[in-house]
């Protein structure tokens, strides 16, 4: 199965850098690698020079400049495979990447969430722990950044709660009450004949930060695609601060809500937060009103 991988990016030159080394260790490249560059004004240009000079077979696009969800639907229609990978520009990946994704859709290897969708076009997500040491290593710039974030060289990485009810989900030891949250938009895979069907990502959400992609992922889910967590294409999140990352995820929030009215939905707020947990959205995902108001 023939690969696309798509990062949109906008100016976080040092960190795409390390996340494009890391596609180029790989075992097995991808098909081509699409770097849409959504209104870039750093040096983003030199690295993806330095990248192609390595033989890594990128194609550039420019983006729309109206949010995430646009930059990643203007990469996936440039793109030629039959697999669409979506990573974003700060995600560290190992040399069994690419393979991985290409694995669960060929193979159908890796953890199924919940029993229904057989034999569906799966959406299938590698798992991402967080470096919060990411700056260390971003200035270090090692000729292997996943080695080097896996190696606790620079500090331990870390699971966020979105990650540890994905996991718990797909490990069976939580009821599976969201296989759409499979859908996180840093590091996913579908086959690119489902993107087209469906649409893709909704671009009213705008520059706004969140949301967009597990609402793709809920849309997916209730059109009966699988939702599967492949170990082997896990990723390392180069921890960042977004100084009103919550303010503007609480906007997009209200609109997913808004859009579908389901208690998975309105008890984000549980998970999806800055202390959020698993066991409180487990619990408020069966007894929230589904209210856009209240989020």
């Known amino acids: 199965m023939t690969a696309s991988v798509v990062v949109p ?60 969800a646009a930059a990643r639907n203007a990469g996936a229609a440039a793109a030629t495979g039959r697999l669409l990978v979506f990573l974003d520009d700060d995600i560290l990946v190992g040399p069994q990447f690419v393979a991985a994704h290409e694995k669960a859709h060929e193979d159908g290897y890796g953890s199924r969430i919940g029993a229904g969708a057989s034999g569906q076009p799966a959406v299938v997500h590698g798992p991402l722990r967080e470096l919060p040491m990411a700056a260390r290593l971003v200035a270090a710039a090692p000729p292997d950044p996943y080695r080097s974030a896996t190696d606790r060289t620079f500090g331990r990485t870390v699971v966020n709660a979105l990650e540890r009810l994905i996991l718990a989900m797909a490990e069976r ?14 590091n996913v895979s579908l086959p690119a004949s489902r993107w087209h069907a469906d649409g893709g990502f909704d671009e009213n959400f705008g520059t706004t930060w969140g949301c967009e992609d597990l609402e793709y992922g809920y849309r997916l889910c209730a059109a009966g695609a699988a939702m599967v967590v492949a170990p082997d294409a896990d990723g390392v999140h180069l921890t960042h601060v977004r100084a009103d990352r919550w303010e503007q995820h609480t906007v997009n929030l209200r609109r997913f809500v808004a859009l579908h009215p389901d208690p ?14 698993p066991a409180r959205y487990l619990q408020a995902a069966q007894t929230t009103p589904p209210d856009p108001e209240s989020v």
């Open 173 to 186: 030891s939580a009821p599976p009450v969201a296989p759409w949250l499979v859908c996180v938009g840093a």
């Open 264 to 277: 998975a939905v309105a008890a984000l707020t549980s998970l999806l937060a800055p202390d959020g947990s």
């Open 9 to 68: 990016t906008r100016n976080k030159a040092d960190r795409l850098r390390l996340t494009l080394r890391g596609l180029g260790r790989g075992a097995s490249r991808p098909h081509e690698v699409i770097v849409v560059d959504d209104g870039c004004t750093d040096t983003t240009g030199e690295v993806l020079a330095e990248a192609a000079a390595t033989g890594l077979p990128i194609r550039v696009v420019t983006g729309p400049q109206r949010g995430r």
